[in-house]
Nanobody
Framework: VQLQASGGGLVQPGGSLRLSCAVS????????MGWFRQAPGKERESVSS????????YYADSVKGRFTISRDNDKNTINLQMNGLKPEDAAVYYC???????????????WGQGTQVTVSS
């Protein structure tokens, strides 16, 4: 499985970005998926995840009500709509495949290359 994240960029506080993760090599519908982020000097953290059928989603408390995860299994993509961006959301965002354990856990792999999100005025 190969993952390619895109859609990052520079946005002002309060702005929006839509990240996409293209899945290749396997059908995305086989897997739960997740978005993670890592800011300089900080550990990677889970942002949001979604089950293979899209029926269950998880959000970190810090992004609840602002971010929305979705998937289009026909297009083999996972998306993260980010609204109301804050400076503390700035990080490299990665998508990953859920491999084991709970969808809210750390059992993810096949990390994509990541896309940079910068939130600054």
């Amino acid at each position: 499985v190969q993952l390619q994240a895109s859609g990052g960029g520079l946005v002002q506080p309060g702005g929006s970005l839509r990240l996409s993760c293209a899945v290749s090599g396997r059908a995305a519908s086989n897997y739960g998926m997740g978005w993670f982020r890592q800011a300089p000097g900080k550990e990677r953290e889970s942002v949001s995840s979604i089950t293979w059928n899209g029926l269950y989603t998880y959000y970190a408390d810090s992004v609840k009500g602002r971010f929305t995860i979705s998937r289009d299994n026909d297009k083999n993509t996972i998306n993260l709509q980010m609204n109301g961006l804050k400076p503390e959301d700035a990080a490299v965002y990665y998508c990953a495949v859920h491999l084991r354990g709970p969808i809210t856990g750390s059992g993810f792999g096949y990390w994509g290359q990541g896309t940079q999100v910068t939130v600054s005025s």
